[in-house]
């Protein structure tokens, strides 16, 4: 149900070395409503390019199994990051000039906590994600959900000669079999006054941390600011700011505009100082991964000696986090209900 990628998604070089393994596992986003369903199980290993520098899964896996009915996530029942979006969108509608009927696009809007945040009445409000129409029931009526992959002909369909003032991807754009065709593909369709908002995992942070649960099959990509920065070049876009936060273990949300754009500040200092940290971590070398690599295997002895070590004296383990980093771990170190 998978296959092996033989060259990078990004430079399309076939230099791409592997930095840690963490076995074959069931699709970690995936919760079956019986513990009799099939769930397909795919290898969870990273690959480095030496070329473009970007950290990726070796592997590629189905979309319509990942993203099908029993995919688990849903933005609105964790409270934390409902006020983490809305505040987000509270920034971001300051940092443009609306007029009535202008476009706000949130791609992978989930159940639309993030186009629910919007206070401007005066907008069109578009979602667009696969699996939207199993949420279907929390999108307001004055939203259109278009229920497909991004990019999508539906929107230029729907709204021909239209651009977005406002274009949200977030915790997705790791997502991608492509990510390139992704950023370009959003330059189309940004209006030339508009900013493009992404958050998602860093990379630095999941080193740093030892986050080897922020690992799944979903998660294609693992970025570096230096990573998007290029991309972003490459689509004739540029970095207006970006701040490094504490969500999902460690993420950094960067914000985006036309290159020739200049009715936007851009928070140089910060950019700047971040790409520096980057550099002095030895990013663009092998070093830091094999470094992870031994850290989360002399993590995985500790925990099960740690679990052994309880059961043997008559204890009960219970396990408390995100699902589909808890679906790692437990696959990673064999753990099981006995």
């Given at each position: ?19 840690l ?14 513990k ?67 476009i ?9 906590t ?70 370009q ?14 958050e ?16 799944c ?5 693992y ?10 070049e ?48 030895g990013?663009?070398t ?14 995985r ?38």
């Open positions: 149900m998978s296959y092996e990628i033989k060259k990078c998604r990004l430079s399309k070089s076939s230099h791409l070395i592997s930095v393994d963490l076995g074959n596992q069931y699709l970690t986003g995936i919760f079956p409503s019986s009799n369903e099939p769930i397909s199980k795919g290898p969870l290993e990273l690959v480095w390019c030496e070329d473009s520098k970007l950290l990726q899964l070796k592997h590629s896996f189905p979309l319509d199994q990942m993203y099908g009915d029993n995919y688990g996530y849903r933005s609105g029942l964790n409270q934390s990051m409902v006020n983490h979006l809305t505040q987000k969108v509270k920034l971001l509608e300051n940092k443009v000039l609306f007029n009535s009927k202008d706000v696009i949130d791609i992978g809007s989930n159940d639309a993030t186009l629910k945040a919007y206070n401007r009445k005066d907008i069109i409000k578009v979602g667009i994600d696969p699996t939207g129409k199993k949420f279907k029931k929390y999108y307001n009526d004055d939203m259109i959900l278009i229920s497909d992959f991004f990019p999508t002909e539906k929107f230029q369909l729907k709204f021909p000669n239209k651009k977005a003032k406002i274009i949200t991807s977030i915790a997705m754009i790791y997502d991608l079999e492509n990510p390139l065709n992704f950023f593909s959003i330059a189309e369709i940004l209006d030339e006054n508009g900013i493009w908002h992404f998602q995992s860093y990379l630095p942070s999941m080193l740093e941390t030892n986050a080897y649960d922020t690992i099959h979903e998660h294609l990509e970025y570096t600011l230096g990573n998007i920065k290029y991309m972003l490459q689509a004739n876009l540029k970095i207006i700011d970006v701040q490094i936060n504490d969500i999902n273990g460690g993420s950094f949300a960067v914000t985006a505009a036309h290159m020739h754009s200049n009715i936007f500040s851009e928070n140089k200092a910060t950019i700047d100082s971040i790409l520096a940290k980057e550099q002095e971590m990013l663009s092998l070093n830091p991964f094999r470094e992870f690599e031994r850290r989360v295997f002399e993590h002895n500790n925990l099960r000696k740690l679990v052994s070590s309880l059961v043997s004296d008559g204890k009960k383990v219970f396990g408390y986090g995100a699902s589909t980093k808890g679906n790692v771990i437990l696959q990673f170190c064999g753990f099981s209900s006995k």
